[in-house]
């Protein structure tokens, strides 16, 4: 570390830790002292992004490689929410940038390798969304033979009652009427409809109690439905948390942070002049963020207050010069 007045005192990290708490010191310092870390760039860069450090670390001086080069900003950020097609694209981009490069194409293989390996883990993604669609399409049909159930029970029994809704039977399996006892997609419906199994099994009309074994049935296969839904989608959450998608994302991450780190290394033996953003100048560009409803709207109301004001401005100065003139004829006006 060189220390003000030109002191010089050897701090040689030995792990990534020790690196990380060096790092860390030398950010916190006021006394612009500059920290030069003797470690293999990927250990240390791995390190860095490990502990979300490395924007601090960099204003801080770090240097890899012991020949004292300051580092500049990190590899590109990738958003979080980044589609598998979003990190494809990027990917292709940067390995062909690199290829075209005769400075850099060696770089290219490692991000082709996880081109080659996108295909797999895009099938698998989209193996577990049709699993989802499919669940959900057997909840439709579930809601639907229900709703079908509802609407005969409801004819039956209004029948029986002679169209009294407040008749006693009818209430019984009608609170309110059976449109609204449909309008939910399962949920509350079933709860209502298990009930009904009960109330079918005891009814002394033989017309209500034949509703009994096809109600049974299709309460099983929205049952089924509903349980398929929550498995659909409790492996396609494992999936992008834990799985295979995010293991693929990971690696994107450090090999474009080993690519970078490694272009950066070389940008160092380049002539004077180059940029100090070379390396980053490699990766795909990130498109600007369109701008939320809210934030137009935001726009369009600070756009209106300060033509509010700009004319409350115009109309006050308009007076003044009125008021100005009013003045200045009158002291025209006045005796001497």
């Given at each position: 570390m060189v ?5 010089r005192r ?27 870390v003797?470690v ?10 490990q ?20 580092t500049?900003?990190?590899a ?5 929410d980044?589609?598998?097609d979003d990190?494809?694209?990027?990917l292709?981009?940067l390995?062909?940038r690199l ?9 290219a293989?490692p991000?082709g ?6 295909g797999?883990?895009?099938?698998k993604?989209?193996a ?11 909840i ?11 609407d005969a ?23 309110g ?6 309008r939910?997609?399962l949920?509350?419906?079933l709860v209502?409809?298990?009930?009904w199994?009960?109330h079918l099994a005891t009814?002394?009309a033989p017309?209500l ?14 049952d089924a439905?509903?349980k ?5 989608g409790?492996?396609n ?12 994302v ?7 942070d ?6 950066d ?12 953003d ?5 990766f ?6 369109a ?12 756009r209106?207050?300060h033509?509010?004001?700009a004319?409350q401005r ?6 003044l010069r ?7 004829t009158?002291k ?5």
């Amino acid at each position: 570390m060189v220390l003000p007045g030109g002191e010089r005192r050897a701090l040689p990290p030995t792990t990534a830790d020790d690196s990380i708490l060096a790092c860390r010191m030398a950010s916190s310092s006021t006394d612009g002292a500059i920290l030069r870390v003797r470690v293999a760039p990927e250990a240390l860069f791995a390190a860095l992004f490990q502990h979300k450090v490395l924007a601090t670390a960099g204003s801080a001086g770090v240097t890899v490689g012991g020949k004292g080069v300051s580092t500049p900003m990190p590899a590109p950020y990738l958003a979080s929410d980044a589609t598998l097609d979003d990190l494809r694209n990027d990917l292709v981009y940067l390995r062909h940038r690199l290829r075209r490069d005769k400075r850099a194409a060696d770089l290219a293989r490692p991000v082709g390798a996880l081109i080659d390996q996108w295909g797999a883990v895009h099938s698998k993604q989209l193996a577990l969304w049709d699993a989802q669609t499919e669940a959900q399409g057997d909840i439709v049909q579930a809601d639907e033979s229900l709703d079908s159930r509802v609407d005969a029970v409801d004819n039956d029994a209004r029948h029986l009652v002679g169209g009294d809704r407040e008749d006693p039977r009818y209430r019984l399996y009608f609170v309110g009427n059976a449109f609204d006892l449909k309008r939910p997609v399962l949920g509350d419906e079933l709860v209502t409809l298990r009930a009904w199994q009960e109330h079918l099994a005891t009814d002394d009309a033989p017309v209500l109690r034949s509703h009994r074994k096809a109600l049974a049935a299709e309460l099983a296969a929205a049952d089924a439905a509903v349980k398929a839904r929550d498995v659909a989608g409790a492996k396609n959450a494992a999936f992008r948390a834990t799985g295979e998608f995010a293991k693929y994302v990971q690696k994107i991450h450090v090999t474009r942070d080993r690519v970078w780190s490694e272009l950066d290394t070389r940008r160092t033996a380049l002539p004077p002049g180059t940029a100090r953003d070379w390396a980053s100048g490699f990766f795909r560009p990130r498109p600007e963020r369109a701008p939320s409803a809210e934030e137009l709207s935001a726009r369009v109301a600070a756009r209106e207050e300060h033509r509010a004001l700009a004319q409350q401005r115009k109309e006050a100065a308009q007076k003044l010069r009125e008021a100005q003139k009013v003045v200045s004829t009158l002291k025209k006006k006045k005796p001497a």
